[in-house]
């Protein structure tokens, strides 16, 4: 099995971290880390409706981490 190259992203990732993801340059998901696996091959993103979203690191989604606050 080959390991994408965001696995040490995705492991870095603690809950509450602030999220974007992103498809070809296009925001497309945005909110908090509720919870991920500890190989960090799947994250639960919860928005800020409360709606939480399970996403696989092969989701072919870019991911930005914000540690502080979403830029304006």
């Not at 099995?1 to 971290?17: A, I, P």
């Not at 509720?34 to 092969?58: A, M, N, Y």
Request: glycine letters at 6%; aromatic letters at 8%; one cysteine or more.
């Amino acid at each position: 099995m080959r390991q994408s190259s965001h696995t040490s992203l995705w492991k870095s990732l603690e809950q509450g971290d602030l999220v974007i993801l992103s498809q070809a340059g296009v925001p497309c998901h945005r909110g908090s880390i509720d919870d991920r696996t500890e190989d960090g091959q799947l994250i639960w993103v919860t928005d800020d409706i409360g709606h939480r979203r399970l996403f696989h690191i092969d989701d072919d989604y870019e991911l930005m981490i914000y540690r502080d606050a979403f830029p304006r």
